[in-house]
């Protein structure tokens, strides 16, 4: 089994700032990516960030220059918003793409999601 737990969602103003953390953890063999996606009521699951074994990271456009993704290690990832905005506010899911112990395959994981909120 592999769990993603993520920390770090709640109500803030805008031009605020959040960080959400994730630690994956289980039978994990290598992670090959890790990140953030998002969604909104009404509106389909899209990128956020998203960060490789490799530190080569990517950015929906809406976001760069404001979100950094980052890692503390092989199995943590950090999403840190600034200048938050209400368009902002979703369920943020974590993501990573990982190779199970012993198994060659690739598997896509899914954090349950952490609520953020932007608003006056």
């Known amino acids: 089994q592999v769990q993603l737990v993520e920390s770090g969602g709640g109500l803030v103003q805008p031009g605020g700032f959040l960080r959400l953390s994730c630690a994956a953890s289980?039978?994990?063999?290598?992670?090959?990516?890790m990140g953030w996606y998002r969604q909104a009521p009404g509106k389909e699951r899209e990128l956020v960030a998203t960060?490789?074994?490799?530190?080569?990271t990517n950015y929906a456009d809406s976001v760069k220059g404001r979100f950094s993704i980052s890692r503390e290690n092989a199995n943590t990832v950090y999403l840190q918003m600034n200048g938050l905005k209400p368009e902002d506010t979703a369920v943020y899911y974590c993501?990573?793409?990982?190779?199970?112990?012993?198994?060659?395959?690739?598997?896509?994981?899914w954090g349950q999601g952490t609520q953020v909120t932007v608003s006056s």
């Open positions: 960060i490789t074994s490799a530190d080569s």
């Open positions: 993501y990573a793409r990982l190779q199970r112990s012993g198994r060659l395959r690739l598997d896509d994981y």
């Open positions: 289980g039978s994990i063999g290598s992670i090959y990516s």
